[in-house]
């Protein structure tokens, strides 16, 4: 009877590399297929509206969070470029403050021009680590969001200087988000554009959980808004350099809604503070469109609301641009 063979350190060491070099392969291909399905499902995603933005300059870019977001639901904002004869790209994602749409705009003033920027502003993100430093993390914005290097570059100085977990750029570098993605085939539509011609029925319960998502430490903090605030600041000096005009707004919400917002009238006088010191107006359209049946759920504009805001205020600001 012949004894079994015995492994040597050099079979081990070959069988060892042999092991990790099928695994790398595996690896590599899925990375590879989950980056092809990212461009193929993508719709809503900030920075894959940038990797497919065909060249030529831009009019306006508009940034915020889920608010801005109706804008450009259904074909809304090719209906606001036929009317305005003007190229608008919605770059809003939805629970963004400040932090992350100043990475964002970055991003896309590296390899893109705009003449002004639309900036919607929302109190809440102004108001905590979730809607800023933490966002950077959530995997169904790393699932969707296209690997590039200059991203990679740009999330590391985030996470060096601005307080973002180094897991996020972990998450982005293996797009571990990527491949697990479940919803990986479907394309990347963010729930409230499904609903765009749903007509909202008030209801109390909706709306106090709905504050107490978005305001999750209750009344904001005057140190937290302070950082935010000065974001915020940052993005009008990045916009300005590059010789943007920088307009901000705050979109219509319902009066019952808005009544409910804490610390609401405090961070208006701080925001107008701001703006007074950079010379600009705030454009408040907060209390523009009062009826039910102009949104889709407690706070979101419809496809009615939005024609509304653009027909009776919307347009003429975009338009603006033009005589200045």
């Known amino acids: 009877m012949t004894p079994p063979a015995i492994a040597t350190p050099q079979h081990l060491r070959r069988s060892a590399i042999l092991f990790l070099a099928i695994g790398l392969l595996i690896f590599a291909t899925l990375y590879w297929g989950s980056e092809r399905l990212t461009y193929r499902t993508g719709h809503a995603n ?3 509206k940038i990797a497919t933005l065909a060249p030529g300059p831009v009019d306006w870019v508009i940034l915020g969070a889920s608010h801005a977001m109706p804008l450009d639901f259904d074909g809304f904002n090719d209906h606001m470029q036929q009317e305005t004869g003007l190229r608008i790209v919605n770059l809003a994602s939805p629970g963004t ?4 749409n100043r990475f964002v705009l970055e991003h896309f003033l590296a390899t893109h021009r705009a003449g002004n920027l639309l900036y919607v502003v929302d109190s809440f993100a102004f108001d905590a680590r979730d809607w800023n430093e933490d966002r950077f993390a959530d995997n169904k914005l790393l699932a969707r969001t296209p690997f590039d290097i200059d991203t990679a570059e740009r999330l590391t100085w985030y996470c060096l200087h601005q307080g973002v977990d180094p897991r996020a750029l972990l998450d982005y570098v293996t797009g571990f988000s990527k491949l ?3 919803d990986r085939f479907d394309r990347d539509v ?3 554009e499904t609903q765009f011609e749903r007509n909202y029925r008030t209801s109390v319960t909706a709306e106090r959980q709905r504050i107490a998502y978005l305001y999750p430490g209750g009344t904001p903090a005057t140190a937290v808004q302070d950082r935010y605030l000065a974001q915020f600041d940052a993005i009008i000096e990045l916009a300005r350099h590059y010789g943007m005009r920088v307009v ?6 319902p009066a019952r809604f808005r009544a409910q917002l804490p610390g609401e ?3 208006d006088a701080r925001l107008s503070q701001l703006l007074a010191r950079r010379g600009m107006p705030l454009y408040d359209l907060s209390a523009m469109l009062d009826k039910p ?3 889709l759920d407690t706070d979101h504009l419809n496809r009615a609301g939005v ?4 027909d009776q205020s919307l347009k003429q600001i975009l338009e603006g641009a033009r005589s200045e």
Do not use: D, E, S
């Open 307 to 310: 024609t509304a805001l653009f």
């Open 46 to 48: 900030a920075l894959y």
């Open 190 to 192: 963010w729930v409230g």
């Open 265 to 267: 009238t405090q961070f």
């Open 180 to 182: 697990n993605n479940r």
């Open 97 to 100: 403050g400040p932090l992350y």
């Open 248 to 253: 901000a707004i705050k979109l219509p919400v």
């Open 293 to 295: 049946g102009l949104y």
